[in-house]
């Protein structure tokens, strides 16, 4: 099955700094992978994903990019904020599947 | 339109007792997803729904779990004779077609 790791485990950064969490996976059928945050006490709510078919997307603060030949993908956060610090989570499917299979998370720390 | 619907949000329960989560799709949302987090851990597939369906149980412990989602009402997790190690915080989530998940606020599950 899908296996997908994540780093770094935990991320500090000054206010306006960028932020940058990677992640691999290891199925080549693999064709969608979203990204999610987890507030404390709350659930995960996704915040960008991509496709297999796109090797970058952006909205706003938030980028994600795609190396398939490399099995890798990013999540690129520009100009910090307190209200960033969260958990990620990023996160592939294989196509087909429909189960997202997700990393262990990534603790973002943004201070003021 | 509600989001994905979670109850209870906190359940005790003694060892040996039955614990049942309960998850109420978005409007429209015909798949709903289990999955459960350990403190400072990813999220671990459980089951996998759909209407009066199990469509993928793979991560499920054979014993003492079990899932339904009924033609009417919401999908349950059911957890018999719990044990310290079920303590956990179990998410719920949904979708229309697969993929993009919309994740519920989850269930804390504390076992004395």
């Known amino acids: 099955g899908e296996n997908v790791e994540q780093h770094p485990s935990t991320l500090s950064v000054q206010e306006g700094d960028s932020a940058v969490i990677k992640c691999t996976y290891s199925d080549s059928a693999s064709n969608y992978f979203p990204w999610y945050k987890q507030e404390l006490g709350k659930g995960p709510q996704l915040i960008i994903d991509i496709r297999s078919n796109v090797g970058e997307k952006k909205d706003q603060r938030i980028a994600v990019t795609l190396n398939k030949t490399a099995k890798h993908f990013s999540l690129h956060i520009t100009e910090t904020q307190p209200e960033d610090s969260a958990v990620y989570f990023c996160?592939?499917?294989?196509?087909?599947?429909?189960?997202?299979?997700f990393g262990r998370g990534t603790s973002l720390i943004v201070h003021p | 339109n509600a989001g994905v619907m979670q109850n209870p949000r906190h359940l005790v329960r003694r060892r040996g007792q039955e614990a049942r989560l309960r998850c109420s799709p978005m409007?429209?949302?015909?798949?709903v997803y289990w999955y459960r987090q350990l403190p400072e851990e990813g999220l671990k597939f459980m089951v996998y729904l759909q209407k009066e369906n199990i469509i993928d149980e793979s991560g499920m412990p054979k014993e003492r779990f079990s899932a339904e989602f009924p033609k009417e009402g919401p999908s349950i997790l059911r957890i018999q004779q719990v044990v310290r190690g079920d303590s956990a915080a179990y998410f719920c989530a949904s979708s229309r077609e697969g993929n993009v998940l919309t994740f519920g606020a989850g269930s804390r599950l504390t076992v004395l």
């Open positions: 996160a592939a499917v294989s196509g087909g599947s429909y189960i997202p299979t």
């Open positions: 409007k429209g949302h015909s798949h």
